[in-house]
């Protein structure tokens, strides 16, 4: 019978765009259909549940905010269970979702596969990201949180900071409800707009932030640089260096990929494949620094000192979903889907698999990908 018990969020099974706001849709209606967007189930990513399966069982999804749903389901399947997957929406989680999950969790003698309880309060929460990160010696951005415009001129008045620096709500995403304030003219808007967006925001520990901007901007090359890491367990699996114009603070490359940037692309991807290698224990312990299993990690290389530093991790790092198109992402590698850049990638096949063979086996390939997850996975939880 059933093996692993997976949590997820009862907002993974309905659409995806319900509560977007308009510059989202916008900016995405330019790439895909909206409708795209509308259908669920996001629980489960492409090539996902049947690796699992084959590794640590077969599973049972159940919801984690009712409030009984995985403890009324261990209790029947206790015979047999032994593992929980915790997989709540790390975005829009909130306080009742949170504790409807340790309350019942906190009572199961499980292993986890992916989030621990604690651990999820980090992937939400980047304040508690950065605070066991510093507490661990992970190099992470200096930040201070802060409650109010008051509160925020007396921290910013003992800090070091000096413009630019970030301003976000502590469990926004992708770029979302962030301001990069450049001059003091800018400021009270920044203030003023994140106050806003913190107040409208879901969450289990809200707060506002004021973050240390690290140099990513390679001058000679005009880039803004980042890279996604994927760690499972003592490993990591795959990653990609996301490659941006210089003006563009945000080095996301969704939306923002141009074959203009092909040749600093594969400079960055190689260069990403080099630091999987050398700093593989550095990255693995970033993550078991925050009591989790397998995350996407954001990091980037500090341009003045040349030292990797963390930003944050994702355990629900997009890799496309099993129906073909939804979310805008296509098969043969889902993501990426960018048509020129997939293009590229097999054209120039056997030279790539040859330069960065972590992002061509291990990550276009998404079968591949976790299965090499799952299978680290079972050695880890065992180990």
């Known amino acids: 019978m059933y093996k692993v018990i997976s949590v997820s969020s009862k907002s993974f099974r309905r659409p995806a765009n319900l509560d977007w706001k308009g ?42 905010g009712d409030g009984y749903s995985i403890l009324d389901t261990y209790e029947k399947y206790k015979d047999t269970v032994e593992y929980i997957r915790l997989f709540p929406c790390s975005e829009n989680c909130g306080k009742k979702e949170y504790e409807s999950i340790s309350s019942q969790v906190n009572q199961l003698d499980l292993k986890y596969i992916t989030n621990s309880v604690d651990g999820f309060l980090a992937v939400q929460s980047k304040d508690e990201t950065f605070r066991c990160w510093g507490k661990n010696g992970v190099k992470c951005p200096e930040y201070f949180t802060y409650d109010n415009e008051r509160d925020f001129h007396n921290k910013m008045s003992e800090s070091s900071f000096e413009y630019p620096f970030l301003l976000r709500v502590n469990n926004s995403v992708s770029g979302e409800d962030t301001v990069l304030v450049y001059k003091e003219s800018q400021l009270n808007n920044a203030l003023s707009v994140i106050e806003k967006s913190n107040k409208r925001r879901f969450g289990i ?12 901007i390679d001058k000679k090359r005009d880039v803004n640089i980042s890279y996604r ?33 092909i040749d600093n692309w594969m400079y960055y991807n ?17 993550v078991k620094a925050l009591n989790l299993n397998h995350q996407g990690v954001d990091l980037i290389i500090d341009q003045d000192t040349n030292e990797l530093c963390f930003l944050e991790v994702q355990p629900t790092y997009a890799t496309g979903y099993p129906k073909e198109g939804y979310y805008g992402y296509y098969p043969p590698f889902y993501n990426p889907s960018d048509p020129n850049l997939v293009k590229f990638l097999i054209e120039n096949k056997s030279e790539l698999e040859q330069k960065i063979p972590m992002y061509y086996f291990n990550w276009l390939d998404k079968k591949n990908h976790f299965k090499l997850v799952f299978r680290e996975l079972k050695k880890y939880v065992w180990s």
């Open 205 to 216: 520990n809200r707060k506002m932030m004021c973050i240390k901007l690290i140099n990513t």
């Open 23 to 64: 510059p989202i849709k916008t900016i995405l209606s330019k790439y895909t259909s909206l409708d795209r967007f509308q259908e669920p189930d996001r629980s489960w990513r492409v090539y996902e549940k049947e690796n699992l399966e084959k590794y640590f069982g077969p599973v049972i999804d159940v919801d984690s």
């Open 270 to 286: 190689e260069l990403c494949q080099k630091i999987m290698v050398e700093k593989e224990k550095e990255i693995v312990n970033a």
């Open 229 to 261: 890491v994927h760690v499972a367990g003592n490993k990591v699996i795959s990653g990609y260096g996301r490659v941006v114009p210089s003006n563009n603070w945000l080095a996301i490359t969704a939306g923002s990929f141009t074959m203009d940037q």
